[in-house]
């Protein structure tokens, strides 16, 4: 259990990580536009 | 969970991300703001009234223009990390779409657990790799929730969308008859061996905040659970399994419990848990269902 608590810490703070680098990059408004040119 | 609070959520699931009425009245796409959330569903976002946009899609988007996907990987990690593959048996609308065609009276069969290999092979194939090479977005051209929800509206709203239908469309539509139809034979078959979605989140099972728990004090080993679990794996064998979609029709069993990855005894300390071996009866009503 102990194992699986610090595997969900690491993938918590990483994929946190990912997410914020993500949306610092801008690409919401990537995304944005991807849905408007279907 | 009860079985008719996650059929509720999974008709939340359905209705919720796709209310945008105005799309179908006007044969036109939503395009505010909401659009820029990934949704952690299999949702296609080019269906008329759908309101946010669809992970795979936005994945596969960035393959085609050469970028890495953070925001969309960020968000699905974020979601797998938090409750697993919860959303795939709680909310996803695909899903609750094959858990009806189960219930049609067929001929009922079961598919080897490996399986689930063929949906890792989808995702690094048709999500990232095959888009980055040719430029197309081709686990979007194929996918049935596409095909039902996005190509089908559109081609009876738009009469210019009609007279664009070639054969790629009657290979969608082949596609998705196939699912629909081995749905009623086979529990979840897209899920368990297809979706990319589900092998993301699938990754996330073994150390998600929400983890299944499951007692061996109280477990009589019946085999209840697998009969109702819609993805036909056993809990009591392995509670941290890839397929689990954490639906937790099981957890009606006192052997089995939703828990959380800071509980090291989720059912007390050993020797002084208050379930009881007979308490495994309370699923005898739910695998005659």
Known sequence: MQGRLIAFIVTAAASASILAYGI????????MFNAAML | MGYLKRRIFQVLGA??????VQGILTASLYQGSLKSVCTPLLNCYACPSALFSCPIGTLQHFMVTGNVPYYGIGTLSAVGATVGRMTCGTLCPFGFLQDLLYKFRAWKVSIPAWFRY????????????????????WFSKLCPMGTLIGGLPWVTLNVNVRSMIRALFWVKISILLFFVTTSTMVKRPFCRA?????????????SSFLQ??????TCTRCGK?????PVDIRPD??????????????????????????HREPFGVPGTSPGTAEGAGGLSGAAAR
Do not use: M, Q
């Not at chain 2, 299944?212 to 004090?217: E, F, S």
């Not at chain 2, 029709?249 to 939703?258: A, E, H, I, Y």
């Open chain 1, 24 to 31: 610092f990059r801008e690409e919401i408004g990537e995304v």
């Open chain 2, 15 to 20: 209705v919720l991300p796709n209310s945008y």
């Open chain 2, 118 to 137: 063929f949906r890792y092979v989808v995702l690094a194939g048709l999500v990232f790799l095959i888009p980055y090479l040719t430029h197309e977005n």
């Open chain 2, 194 to 206: 297809i979706c990319p979605l589900g092998a993301i989140f699938s990754l996330f099972n073994k």
């Open chain 2, 212 to 217: 299944l728990a499951w007692n061996p004090d």
């Open chain 2, 225 to 229: 659970c697998r009969k109702i679990c």
């Open chain 2, 237 to 262: 064998r392995n509670w941290t399994n890839p397929d689990c979609l954490r639906c937790l029709d099981c957890t009606r069993c006192p052997s089995l419990k939703l828990t959380t990855v800071f």
